[in-house]
């Protein structure tokens, strides 16, 4: 478990929800600031961005090592992509104290060293290592040397791999990791998901465990949230009809809203181990079987099963002392409709 500002993430904890930007700010300042307003009201706990530049990600190339050949941005160089998806750094400080102001963390994902430096420039609570950049432990050493929070998306990595990144990020000094399971594909099929993993790698690596999202809906990460996941990370957009590179596999405001809603009310849900009736509960144990006279009865007659039947509600004695109940004769005269007791018996 550990604090981002005064937000602890952990075991037993409100799920820790972020609102991931990307891309889909469109390079329009008006429109990430929009963003961020949303992301509150749709109940988000953060708002998190990426910081990169196309030049700081790979170079301008037509070779076919750098052409996207399938999927989402088949088509693109990684260099054109990148330089369409980027969020221009200078936005950062005026978006921090926004989302500061309405009581959001706001934190981001850096893809080199100078966005590292720049992050900690403008103090972010907490760093955020993605899934490609997993197997660079150069980078995620020396995110961990800032001594902030980590979390670590996992999508393409092996046990070995995640291992060796949370090495890494702990010999660097890290001390707060948490590790988001991950399916790097866009969008992610449901069949891809695997959520079992979330609680085996939080044991497995001692570390809060959570989801970073790339399905279509809802349902995905309250499942994972049911599975112990106590960090969702879902791509946010204020419409998709306004298209960008995220737009297919992000929730907009009124959907992000359902999932947030359904998250809280799973972590109700989930309670804790108990046999127990609970307050509301106990009102409904009025109308268990309990044992009833159903014919009127003469006293010193016979209680047979014609006479005597499990039936609702619980006023009576209880259906496990039928047995016992059949053959004993009536107290005295009993009416149709009255509960068993054993002063009805000898």
């Known amino acids: 478990m550990f604090k981002i500002n005064n937000r602890l993430i952990g075991e037993a904890q409100p799920v820790y929800i972020v609102a991931e930007m990307s891309a889909n700010h469109r390079q329009e300042f008006a429109e990430a600031v929009r963003l961020v307003e949303a992301a509150k009201e749709a109940g988000a706990d953060a708002v998190k961005v ?23 941005w088949a088509g693109k160089t990684l260099y054109d992509l990148y330089s369409e998806a980027y969020m221009p750094w200078e936005w ?45 432990l150069p980078l995620i050493s020396y995110m961990a040397k800032t001594g902030k929070p980590l979390f670590i998306s996992t999508g393409m990595a092996s046990l070995s791999e995640i291992d060796q990144a949370v090495c890494a990020a702990r010999a660097g000094g890290a001390t707060e990791i948490a590790l988001l399971k991950c399916t790097s594909a866009y969008p992610a099929p449901a069949e891809e998901m695997n959520l079992r993993t979330i609680p085996n790698m939080a044991a497995a690596f001692d570390v809060p465990a959570g989801l970073s999202d790339h399905t279509a809906g809802i349902a995905v990460p309250v499942a994972a949230v049911a599975l112990g996941a106590c960090i969702v990370e879902k791509h946010f957009t204020l ?25 809280r009310t799973t972590e109700k849900a989930l309670g804790k181990v108990c046999y127990a009736s609970g307050k509301q509960e106990a009102a409904s144990r009025a109308f268990r079987r309990s044992l009833f006279v159903v014919r009127d009865m003469e006293r010193g007659e016979a209680f047979t099963l014609e006479n005597v039947r ?30 068993l007791g054993w002063d009805l018996l000898f």
């Not at 995220?246 to 809203?257: G, I, V, Y």
């Open 50 to 72: 990426q910081t990169y530049t196309a030049d700081t990600l790979t170079i301008k190339s037509e070779q076919e090592y750098f052409r996207i050949e399938r999927g989402l």
């Open 239 to 263: 419409s998709r009809s306004l298209g960008g590179p995220d737009a297919a596999f992000s929730l907009e405001p009124a959907e992000f809203r359902e999932m947030a809603e359904a998250i």
């Open 92 to 136: 950062l400080p005026e978006l921090k104290k926004l989302a500061g102001d309405l009581g959001l963390d706001f934190f981001s994902t850096a893809f080199d060293p100078s966005a590292v430096d720049f992050l900690e420039q403008h103090g972010v609570p907490a760093h955020k290592v993605a899934s490609f950049e997993i197997t660079d």
């Open 310 to 339: 499990s039936i609702r509600p619980a006023a009576g004695l209880s259906p496990a002392l039928l047995e016992t109940v059949l053959g004993r004769r009536a107290a005295c005269a009993v009416k149709r409709g009255t509960p």
